[in-house]
């Protein structure tokens, strides 16, 4: 393996753990899509996050939330520690699924109150006139709304295939319906609401990792340089024990 500088990125090293354990990535992965998969023999593809420290706790994401929680309950998370150079591994853990779930539910327990608060201010606003006053009291009281309006209103928060799916043409301009435009305003409040009830880049820390390790010590892998066999194999033999039923 090549020798990195002192402060490598952290895609540099995603790619060499691709290298290492066997993964694959999919080409129009984002950074908020699913890091690398691997496919099984009975043809099941498991999900994976990468995760890489020069510490000894494993970082996760920004405003991590319960879009992170959902989706991360579909897959395992592979981490490795590197020396302070961050130039060589020195130890991996492999997160199941089935742990990595118990974890979940400790981040969803801490910021219950706040998604109660949120599911309850969402039903509020579909079963009374608040939503359509909040709109008129945004873009007035016009039945159409122009594609301005709309991308002011939602920043990047839709996708390019989502802002074409919620407009129309109408002659020869695209619009957007009053309907769509509320059913935009309604996205952009649960969207606010969910950011503040998010966590600014919880750990999974040193005591979360030893007790993952305590109930299987099999988790752990110690790396031997130059040995780059052993890790995918490891990968794999865990991957099988501990492999999502779909």
Same mark, same amino acid.
């Given at each position: 393996?090549?020798?990195?500088?002192?402060?490598? &990125?952290?895609?540099? %090293?995603?790619?060499?753990?691709?290298?290492?354990?066997?993964?694959?990535?999919?080409?129009?992965?984002?950074?908020?899509?699913?890091?690398?998969?691997?496919?099984?023999?009975?043809?099941?593809?498991?999900?994976?996050?990468?995760?890489?420290?020069?510490?000894?706790?494993?970082?996760?994401?920004?405003?991590?939330?319960?879009?992170?929680?959902?989706?991360?309950r579909k897959?395992?998370?592979?981490?490795?520690?590197?020396?302070?150079?961050?130039?060589?591994?020195?130890?991996?853990?492999?997160?199941?699924?089935?742990?990595?779930?118990?974890?979940?539910?400790? &981040?969803?327990?801490?910021?219950?109150?706040d998604i109660?608060?949120?599911? &309850?201010?969402?039903?509020?606003?579909?079963?009374?006139?608040?939503?359509?006053?909040?709109?008129?009291?945004?873009?007035?009281?016009?039945?159409?709304?122009?594609?301005?309006?709309?991308? %002011? /209103?939602?920043?990047? &928060?839709?996708?390019?295939?989502?802002?074409?799916?919620?407009?129309? $043409?109408?002659?020869?301009?695209?619009?957007?319906? %009053?309907?769509?435009?509320?059913?935009?305003?309604?996205?952009?409040? /649960?969207?606010?609401?969910?950011?503040?009830?998010?966590?600014?880049?919880?750990?999974?820390?040193?005591?979360?990792?030893?007790?993952?390790?305590?109930?299987?010590?099999?988790? $752990?892998?110690?790396?031997?340089?130059?040995?780059?066999?052993?890790?995918?194999?490891?990968?794999?033999?865990?991957?099988e024990r501990?492999?999502?039923?779909?």
């Open positions: 393996m090549p020798i990195r500088g002192i402060a490598p &990125q952290d895609d540099t %090293r995603e790619q060499e753990m691709l290298r290492i354990f066997g993964l694959r990535q999919d080409l129009n992965t984002t950074r908020d899509g699913t890091d690398a998969f691997i496919r099984l023999e009975n043809g099941k593809t498991e999900q994976i996050e990468l995760k890489s420290s020069t510490k000894d706790t494993l970082v996760t994401a920004r405003d991590f939330g319960r879009n992170h929680i959902n989706s991360w897959k395992h998370v592979l981490g490795s520690f590197y020396d302070k150079g961050g130039n060589n591994i020195e130890w991996s853990i492999f997160i199941p699924n089935k742990f990595l779930n118990l974890w979940l539910d400790k &981040q969803l327990e801490y910021i219950f109150y109660e608060i949120s599911n &309850q201010l969402e039903k509020l606003l579909k079963s009374s006139e608040n939503l359509q006053n909040i709109t008129s009291s945004i873009f007035g009281a016009e039945n159409y709304f122009n594609e301005t309006d709309l991308k %002011r /209103l939602m920043k990047k &928060q839709y996708s390019k295939l989502e802002y074409e799916e919620i407009t129309e $043409r109408v002659g020869r301009k695209r619009v957007i319906s %009053r309907k769509n435009m509320s059913s935009a305003v309604l996205d952009r409040i /649960l969207y606010l609401l969910d950011r503040g009830s998010t966590r600014n880049n919880p750990h999974i820390n040193k005591s979360d990792l030893n007790e993952i390790i305590s109930k299987d010590t099999n988790l $752990r892998l110690i790396h031997e340089k130059g040995d780059y066999s052993t890790p995918a194999k490891w990968f794999l033999e865990n991957l501990y492999k999502i039923h779909h």
